[in-house]
């Protein structure tokens, strides 16, 4: 089980730390991706991280603004958000494959598990 956490409201310009922790498991052998979905659009894959985290892959849309890490001791991943913007707002949701993503960006079937998503606002 995976649970994301950390959204909340910010205002444009400002952070959030999300966080993916697995529950009744360990993530050490997944892969892990972020992505985010505004209603009447598609999830979108926007960052993800093998499992030993040597391998990351980002979207243009958050590019060189999120940053991606997981500790596998802790059993969690995280998603650092910068710079945030009115149209980062949406639900963002955590979601592990057990073995390594074949392409990039992955689909929404690529993953074998998912978090329940955590709303990120951004607003003034």
């Known amino acids: 089980q995976l649970q994301a956490s950390g959204g909340g409201l910010v205002q444009p310009g400002g952070t959030l730390r999300l966080s993916c922790a697995a529950f009744g498991g360990t993530l050490e052998s997944f892969d892990i991706g972020w992505f985010r979905q505004v209603p009447g659009k598609e999830r979108e894959a926007i960052f993800c991280?093998?499992?030993?985290?040597?391998?990351?892959w980002q979207g243009d849309s958050v590019k060189g603004r999120f940053s991606i890490s997981r500790d596998n001791g802790k059993n969690t991943a995280y998603l650092q958000m910068n710079r945030l913007q009115p149209e980062d707002t949406a639900v963002y949701y955590c979601?592990?494959?057990?073995?390594?993503?074949?392409?990039?960006?992955?689909?929404?079937?690529?993953?074998?598990?998912w978090g329940q998503g955590t709303l990120v606002t951004v607003s003034s």
């Open positions: 991280i093998s499992s030993n985290g040597g391998i990351t």
């Open positions: 979601a592990a494959r057990n073995g390594p993503f074949l392409n990039y960006p992955p689909r929404t079937h690529d993953l074998d598990y």
